[in-house]
């Protein structure tokens, strides 16, 4: 079982509308989380990180949930340019903080 | 800022080739990583250094080595390249901290063929 499990997709979703990804990981030891976007052909890049409390960036929504080990990342109000590879993040605790990904969840916003 | 930098971005190398990939970063990070993006398979971590002079083995390490030059470089070394290892190779590094974050360098195509 890999360490860290996206849903890879794709969701095709149309603008305006809501779509939620899930994560779940299998260390419970893990430490820290977070979403990366990808974009085609492009480096990841930070898209948010994960609070156990949760918390929100304007249209983004990132939850976690230690007991049932999972994280989620709800976006509201589609754009066109949310099109992307949204990617799970778990930092590991291992001697020194080790980031594993997850495959990543492809989505398509469409007009 | 320049933050990650890495080269070649693009490489295309003959089977038995070898290669260095150069990644150097400006952030004063002390970790530093290698993955390797294949289609379906997400990022898989090759090597990682936690510190300067320290350096482990990820997830697929066979077939590569790397160097921590000092704490601003991490090379990873094909020694003898295989098509196997036609990838997309991005480096990354951090502050060491698991609460920070990985910056990203823009990737290097590498096609063995």
């Known amino acids: 079982r890999k360490e860290v499990e996206q849903d890879p997709g794709p969701f095709n979703v149309p603008e305006g509308a809501t779509v939620a990804f899930n994560c779940t990981y299998s260390?419970?030891?893990?430490?820290?989380f977070f979403w990366y976007r990808q974009d085609c052909r492009k480096e990841p890049k930070l898209l948010m990180s994960?609070?156990?409390s949760g918390n929100e960036d304007g249209r983004f929504t990132a939850q976690l949930n230690r007991a049932s080990q999972y994280i989620s990342l709800l976006i509201r109000d589609s754009k066109l340019s949310d099109s992307a590879t949204y990617l799970c993040?778990?930092?590991?605790?291992?001697?020194?903080?080790?980031?594993?990904f997850g495959r990543g969840t492809s989505l398509i916003v469409h007009p | 800022n320049a933050g990650v930098t890495q080269t070649p971005k693009f490489q295309v190398l003959k089977t038995g080739q070898s290669m260095t990939l150069q990644c150097a970063q400006d952030?004063?990070?002390?970790?530093m990583y290698w993955y390797r993006q294949d289609p379906g398979m997400g990022l898989r971590l090759i090597y990682y250094?936690?510190?300067?002079?320290?350096?482990d083995k990820g997830e697929v390490p066979n077939g590569y080595n790397v160097s921590r030059l000092n704490k601003r470089e991490f090379s990873l070394r094909l020694e003898s390249a295989a098509p196997s290892q036609t990838s997309v190779y991005f480096c990354?590094?951090?502050?060491?901290?698991?609460?920070?974050?990985?910056?990203f360098g823009a990737g290097s195509r590498l096609t063995v063929l």
């Open positions: 993040v778990v930092n590991n605790r291992g001697g020194s903080y080790i980031p594993t």
């Open positions: 260390n419970s030891a893990s430490q820290s």
């Open positions: 994960v609070y156990s």
């Open positions: 952030m004063n990070h002390n970790s």
């Open positions: 250094s936690a510190s300067e002079g320290t350096t």
């Open positions: 990354a590094s951090q502050t060491g901290s698991g609460a920070n974050v990985l910056t």
